[in-house]
């Protein structure tokens, strides 16, 4: 029998970076909602994300709002792509976000590397999307009042004897 994945401590570590705001209290609300995309005649519907097993996708939306009088600046918004996940191909919103197989060093998509080949000599192939570990955004400068954004979408991938636990996210 497959065991079913807790979908919500999936969604438990997602990352707003603030380099212009070094205070305790941020201006800057943040607000992570996960939901599984079951396709309906064509067409991506979303539904609560209580629980899922391995094929079901996944889309993670966080919404950045600035609560302050002031605009915030310098905004970096990451979103992790789950242990036990691969990211989705032309999932993220915006289009323009930065990848990371780490989590530390972020790049343009599509991620590349360089590959030893058997003659000694080096190519510049692709990072398969299984190997990205979070998405960034740079938000920039957020009006006071004003909200953003960003998403990308996973497929869970891993095998169904995987504990739940093995699948959470470290924030």
Same mark, same amino acid.
């Given at each position: 029998?497959? +065991? %079913?994945?807790?979908?919500? %401590?999936?969604? !438990?570590?997602?990352?707003?970076?603030?380099? =212009?705001?070094?205070?305790?209290?941020? *201006?800057?609300?943040? #607000? $992570?909602?996960?939901?599984?995309?079951?396709?309906?005649?064509?067409k991506?519907?979303? +539904?609560?994300? /209580?629980?899922?097993?391995? /094929?079901?996708? $996944? #889309?993670?939306?966080a919404?950045?709002?600035?609560?302050?009088?002031?605009?915030?600046?310098k905004?970096? =918004?990451?979103? *992790?792509v789950?242990?036990? &996940?691969?990211?989705?191909? =032309?999932?993220?919103?915006?289009?323009?976000?930065? !990848?990371? &197989?780490?989590?530390? &060093?972020?790049?343009?998509m599509?991620?590349?590397?360089?590959?030893? #080949?058997?003659?000694?000599?080096t190519?510049?192939?692709?990072?398969?999307?299984?190997?990205?570990?979070?998405?960034?955004?740079? %938000?920039?400068?957020?009006?006071? /009042?004003?909200?953003?954004?960003?998403? $990308?979408?996973?497929?869970?991938?891993?095998?169904a004897? &995987?504990?739940? !636990?093995?699948?959470?996210?470290? *924030?």
């Amino acid at each position: 029998m497959r +065991s %079913i994945l807790t979908i919500g %401590i999936l969604a !438990a570590g997602f990352v707003l970076s603030q380099a =212009a705001l070094a205070q305790k209290a941020s *201006p800057v609300t943040s #607000q $992570l909602l996960a939901q599984r995309v079951d396709m309906v005649a064509g067409k991506p519907v979303l +539904s609560p994300a /209580g629980v899922g097993k391995p /094929g079901d996708v $996944l #889309q993670y939306s966080a919404t950045y709002k600035n609560t302050a009088t002031a605009p915030a600046g310098k905004l970096l =918004a990451t979103l *992790p792509v789950p242990p036990g &996940t691969t990211l989705v191909q =032309a999932s993220a919103e915006p289009t323009q976000a930065m !990848a990371s &197989t780490d989590g530390k &060093t972020f790049a343009p998509m599509p991620l590349t590397r360089m590959v030893k #080949q058997a003659d000694g000599s080096t190519r510049k192939e692709p990072v398969p999307l299984p190997e990205y570990r979070a998405l960034r955004w740079d %938000i920039g400068a957020l009006p006071s /009042g004003a909200s953003s954004v960003v998403s $990308l979408r996973v497929r869970i991938d891993a095998p169904a004897d &995987t504990p739940v !636990a093995a699948l959470a996210v470290k *924030p």
